[in-house]
Nanobody, 128 residues
């Protein structure tokens, strides 16, 4: 089981930007699908963005505003969040999942989130 550690969360005004980072180590070969999830108070954990060998994928709610990227030499995956909205307020989690590349999509990882390895999360709070 790998280890993941998120950082970069904080408080920001609506319209602002944040960049989340997730350092990972010891990821097994069958868990190369990396994803960002978020969980707002009282809601289920939902997939936000994924990255693997294929093209990144995004939830409709963040498409065009968030960008996921990976720096493999640094074992780090990022989530650049621009034009933040009040509804982006949530705890954000980094995760690895045992799914092949073709299923490393937001819909795919959300359906198998029970099999994810998680970081501890980082809080993002957007205010008006």
């Amino acid at each position: 089981q790998g280890q993941l550690m998120e950082s970069g969360g904080g408080s920001v005004e609506a319209g602002g930007s944040l960049r989340l980072s997730c350092e990972y180590s010891g990821i097994p070969a069958n868990r190369k699908c990396l994803a960002w999830f978020r969980q707002a108070l009282g809601k289920e954990r939902e997939g936000v963005a994924t990255i693997d060998l294929g093209a990144p994928t995004y939830a409709d709610s963040v498409e065009g505003r968030f960008t996921i990227s990976q720096d493999k030499p640094k074992n780090t995956v990022y989530l650049q969040m621009n034009s933040l909205k009040l509804e982006d307020t949530a705890m954000y989690y980094c995760a690895t999942l045992p799914t092949p590349t073709r299923h490393c999509t937001v819909a795919g990882v959300t359906s198998i989130r029970d099999f994810a390895d998680w970081g501890q999360g980082t809080q993002v709070t957007v205010s008006s």
